[in-house]
């Protein structure tokens, strides 16, 4: 019985739970998240998973083929248009995973701000809650997906043939304008499930953040993208997205842009909690313990 009762009820010798032992710093904040939400990640991971397994058998099926051919063999498999096949089989793929990704977000960003969470009821009901913005979020994805990756083949075959630098620098601005697409991605999700607002806000907002913070949103879409970089290198990394990648990212985003709401938004919104998990400033009499003798005084 003590084992139960301590492993519900806890330790007598432990002491009671105060402000000052709540997270100083947003570092601290997400470490300590992580510590204690480290196997919730993979459970929601998992449940997330589930909706990206039409991608990866898609994906499978042409990398199988993929990988036996060699440089002529490729342009004849770009070129007869079993690539643009391939593309277009990405948009269906891509666009059932978009209520699935707002319910990622946001059980990540309730971890991130040390918030209780119910694992399968908060799923489901935030697919529920925001399923029309995030099909046409993952809608728009999907086909910016498919013309990126159609572009970039494009421009490469007609660079070979025709030796002309236009098509270079149309490849890199199109290049540009992916990683900053991604850039605007890692706003859009936790903002949708964070504040009432309309797709085309949300996605102003983002690319006003985007742009606005542009180190930060650099440096945290690199840190999305490193499990990618390194599968381009060693594709057995890829086992990283089944394990724990798309939970790992979407905490690792959620812990960057509840920063980043609370500077720009919470602040600015009456009433709104900045914040969230860690102490309040010294100076805020919210944790100030109050003398009921001066409560009657006043009265």
């Not at 300590?32 to 039409?54: A, D, G, H, R, T």
């Not at 058998?57 to 643009?84: K, R």
């Not at 304008?177 to 964070?194: A, E, H």
């Amino acid at each position: 019985m003590g084992l139960f009762s301590g492993m519900i009820m806890g330790k007598n010798n432990r002491p009671d739970f105060t402000p000052e032992m709540m997270p100083k710093n947003r570092i601290e904040l997400f470490f300590e998240m992580l510590k204690l939400n480290l196997f919730n990640l993979l459970k929601v991971n998992f449940m997330y998973f589930v909706f990206w397994i039409p991608f990866w058998m898609w994906t499978w099926l042409h990398l199988q083929v993929l990988i036996n051919l060699n440089t002529d063999t490729l342009t004849a498999f770009v070129e007869q248009g079993y690539f643009s096949v391939y593309l277009l089989g990405l948009v269906p793929c891509i666009l059932i995973t978009g209520p699935a990704k707002a319910a990622l977000k946001y059980i990540t960003r309730n971890y991130a701000r040390d918030e209780h969470v119910w694992l399968w009821s908060d799923f489901i009901g935030a697919m529920k809650a925001n399923w029309k913005q995030a099909l046409g979020m993952s809608a728009l994805n999907a086909v910016f997906v498919y013309l990126f990756l159609f572009g970039l083949s494009f421009y490469s075959s007609m660079a070979n043939a025709t030796g002309s630098y236009m098509y270079l620098f149309l490849q890199v601005v199109l290049v540009m304008l992916g990683v900053m697409f991604m850039l605007v991605n890692l706003y859009v999700w936790p903002m949708m499930v964070t504040y009432e607002l309309k797709l085309g806000q949300i996605l102003r907002n983002s690319l006003v953040l985007a742009l606005g913070r542009l180190p930060f949103s650099v440096l945290f879409g690199l840190l999305t993208a490193l499990p990618v970089i390194i599968a381009g290198f060693w594709l057995p990394f890829l086992i990283w997205y089944f394990i724990i990648g798309y939970a790992m990212a979407s905490f690792v985003n959620c812990s960057y842009t509840n920063a980043a709401f609370d500077r720009f938004f919470n602040s600015r919104i009456e009433g709104a909690q900045v914040g969230r998990g860690m102490q309040k400033p010294e100076d805020d009499d919210e944790w100030e313990d109050l003398d009921p003798d001066d409560e009657d005084d006043e009265e």
